[in-house]
């Protein structure tokens, strides 16, 4: 168990619609990364928060956003979801209370999402 | 930005042989790499990070090898059994000065009984 935690843990949806995954970090980690696995494009970084604010970008559609909370857990919204969207979503943790760091990422059990 | 390759083919050997899997990265070279485990529907779980001024690094039944001359990085497994099988996942900074990771599409390994 990677202290991390993810709910739902399965979502069924159709095209056009909204969904809101939610992510609770390891305890003391301040740092949250959301990253989407797909059997075609492998494990890609979507976005990382640090203590509440944006801290670094990546491959995120303008049609996903996300935030982090004062109680540290974080969601990524999924807007006009489209079919491609479905894959495994996952949320890591890391860093205790640095924003930067080389140390291991902790993840949690995803978020199986399934756009028909 | 980083590109990482994995063996896409599935490696299978037998239980109490050395698994040995290759990471192999083109661009800039990484201050860090990480290796990763992932079982079938799960999150990936860390196993072993080595820095770009180690040579090697060893955890118990697992040794990683980086040479930064070659951009590559070896994971062997010794004495592997049954319960190793799994895909194994490398990763390195996106870009020079990020500590963001790129993910590697991983490598299975089927370790046969």
């Known amino acids: 168990d990677s202290g991390v935690t993810q709910t739902p843990k399965h979502l069924i949806t159709a095209t056009g619609q909204r969904v809101t995954l939610r992510c609770s970090p390891r305890?003391?980690?301040?740092?949250v990364y959301w990253y989407q696995q797909s059997l075609d494009q492998g494990l890609q970084f979507l976005i990382q928060?640090?203590?509440?604010?944006?801290?670094a970008k990546g491959n995120i559609l303008e049609r996903f956003s996300a935030q982090q909370f004062p109680d540290l857990h974080s969601e990524l919204n999924l807007s006009s979801l489209e079919l491609g969207d479905s894959a495994l979503y996952f949320c890591?943790?890391?860093?205790?209370?640095?924003?930067?760091?080389?140390?291991?990422?902790?993840f949690g059990p995803g978020t199986r999402l399934t756009v028909l | 930005s980083q590109k990482i390759e994995q063996n896409s083919e599935a490696l299978n050997i037998q239980e109490g042989k050395t698994a040995t899997l290759t990471c192999n990265y083109t661009n800039y070279s990484p201050a860090y790499l990480q290796w990763y485990r992932q079982d079938p529907g799960r999150g990936p779980v860390f196993l072993l990070l080595i820095r770009e001024n180690e040579k090697e690094k060893r955890k118990e039944r697992l040794k990683v090898t980086f040479d930064t001359t070659l951009k590559q990085s070896l994971f062997h497994i010794t004495a592997s059994q049954p319960a190793d099988s799994a895909t194994y996942l490398c990763?390195?900074?996106?870009?020079?000065?990020?500590?963001?990771?790129?993910f590697g599409r991983g490598t299975s390994l089927i370790v046969h009984p």
């Open positions: 305890s003391g980690d301040l740092s």
């Open positions: 890591a943790s890391s860093g205790g209370g640095r924003a930067i760091t080389y140390n291991e990422q902790f």
């Open positions: 990763a390195l900074p996106t870009s020079g000065g990020s500590y963001i990771p790129t």
């Open positions: 928060y640090y203590n509440g604010e944006e801290r």
